[in-house]
């Protein structure tokens, strides 16, 4: 099983996944703050400062602790609406009373009697015309209702008068408020960016698609022995029918080594979902296996998806081998020979124990092209099979393999199938073709579950993913034994 990664690398895949996510939330609140910002007017304040207190002056030392809600008091009297309904009318405003008192800032600090009050507008002088009448009426009306105090009974003298004094003319500063473009983008670019990570996260923890070899191994219970790259799924195994082998049939290669070494002839191939890649898995296993001299046949065992014969550049209705005549009750007669003249450049030459067995004892041995046959199950010119005791593709598999010497490489419906259930049953080596960020983590348990109910002897998991470089990637430990030129020409 491979080693956990490191967290900085877990990082970085999830910003190559997610990036583009975060980007995007980012940018979209960068422009949102820029057209707002540039959408808005500019707004200025204008300020004054009102004195409350007793007789034209400060409250008394003696009267200190009614300080805080005499200011408090005032403060809620200077916003009220008989101030805000005579500024309007002695301006001519065309606002409410709630509209003009939403612009008035009134704030006080504590042990104080000053009032701060300010008024924002977005013509500067407006604010200021605004604001030193809303302190005149303020101090007027204060004046008039508050100035007498009537006397209290067994007293010679009323107490002192409550005053509002402006102390502090009102005044507009000379910058505007708002907006502030440079502040308001910074932040904005922050929120967006903390918004991009949640949403990347979030997406990230919801998606079901596997990506990479540590997520395959963990959900299928299984090595993965060979990653290649999803281009493959665009190239024959076979450029023409009798061309050059294409470089996919090379990244191959380890798997082919595998197989020959743990003499497994029978291979199934399938995968957890349609459109996975088998079928081009399949087929440049078969050439791999043909062109380094063994004898392989391979079935088209996926009645609903023919896509090995195309991979195989395989085209019944021009093929004219003896394998194509009806009548015949011999299965070896409706095997279609797929001629192998072509150059193995890049494969390991020269003859081992290895190729000695994979040539099947037919001379043919590592270096030389063996042979490659293809069965159509499904082919209506194999209508003739009906006669023949094989009730299914399980048991014709069975039989090839005790009557033929070389490999069996089978073409199997994707899981869950019936068909392929006892195709898995009698296996040497399943592979399980799966694709990176499309093969789900349901569809990863599901095989794992059914390969382990029936028992298969051996499986392994082949990917098919963006990562892999052109030609396939190899996986520590499955190179074959060769030099350093041979592997890198592989």
């Known amino acids: 099983m491979p080693q956990p990664k490191p967290a900085a690398r877990r990082q970085l895949e999830f910003l190559k996944r997610q990036g583009g996510l975060i980007i995007l939330v980012t940018a979209a609140a960068l422009a949102a703050a820029s057209v707002t910002t540039f959408l808005q007017h500019n707004v200025y ?80 002088d407006e604010a200021v015309r605004t604001l030193d009448k809303v302190a005149s009426v303020f101090t007027s009306l204060v004046r008039r209702k508050l100035g007498k105090q009537p006397v209290p009974s067994g007293q010679s003298t009323s107490l002192p008068v409550v005053t509002a004094t402006v102390f502090d003319p009102a005044h507009a500063d000379p910058n505007p408020i708002s907006p502030h473009p440079a502040r308001t983008i910074v932040i904005s670019g922050i929120i967006g960016l903390v918004l991009g990570i949640i949403l990347a ?131 070896a007669q409706v095997l279609h020979d797929i001629r192998l003249d072509t150059t193995i ?74 068909t392929t259930f006892a195709l898995l049953s009698s296996a040497s080596r399943a592979i399980i073709v799966a694709t990176e960020e499309k093969t789900t983590k349901e569809e990863a348990t599901s095989v794992r579950a059914t390969v382990e109910r029936l028992q298969v002897a051996s499986y392994a998991i082949v990917t098919l993913g963006r990562t892999a470089k052109t030609g396939g990637a190899y996986l520590p430990g499955y190179y074959p034994r060769s030099s350093r030129a041979e592997r890198k020409a592989l």
């Not at 200077?78 to 008035?104: N, W």
Request: charged share 20%.
């Open 45 to 124: 304040r204008a300020s004054t400062k009102i004195v409350v207190g007793q007789g034209g002056g400060i409250f008394d030392p003696q009267f200190g602790n009614a300080v805080q809600p005499a200011t408090q008091t005032m403060s809620s009297l200077l916003k009220s609406d008989i101030v805000a309904t005579t500024v309007i009318r002695d301006l001519g405003l065309q606002e409410t009373p709630k509209s003009l008192l939403r612009h008035v800032q009134v704030s006080s600090t504590p042990d104080s009697s000053v009032l701060q009050v300010s008024f924002d507008s977005r013509n500067r």
């Open 201 to 331: 996260l979030l997406r990230d923890t919801l998606d079901e698609r596997l990506r990479g070899q540590e997520e395959m191994e963990d959900y299928f219970g299984a090595p993965v022995i060979a990653a290649l790259p999803r281009s493959m799924l665009d190239r024959r195994a076979l450029e023409k029918t009798h061309g050059p082998v294409s470089s996919f049939v090379h990244a191959i290669e380890p798997l082919r080594l595998q197989l020959a070494r743990a003499h497994e002839r029978l291979i199934v191939v399938t995968s957890g979902g349609a459109r996975e890649g088998k079928s081009a898995v399949a087929a440049n296993l078969g050439v791999a296996l043909a062109v380094t001299g063994a004898d392989v046949i391979c079935i088209d065992g996926d009645p609903g998806d023919h896509s090995l014969t195309h991979y195989l550049n395989f085209h019944e209705d021009n093929d004219h081998s003896p394998g194509s005549v009806a009548g015949s009750a011999d299965v």
């Open 345 to 418: 450049e890049g494969l390991v030459a020269g003859k081992d124990e290895i190729g000695e067995q994979a040539g099947g004892g037919n001379g043919r041995g590592l270096g030389g092209a063996g042979r490659l046959r293809l069965f159509i199950w499904s082919s209506p010119k194999n209508a003739e099979l009906e006669a023949l005791p094989h009730g299914s593709i399980a048991d014709l598999a069975t039989d090839l393999l005790e009557s033929e010497q070389g490999y069996i490489v089978v073409d199997a419906p994707p899981l869950p199938s019936g």
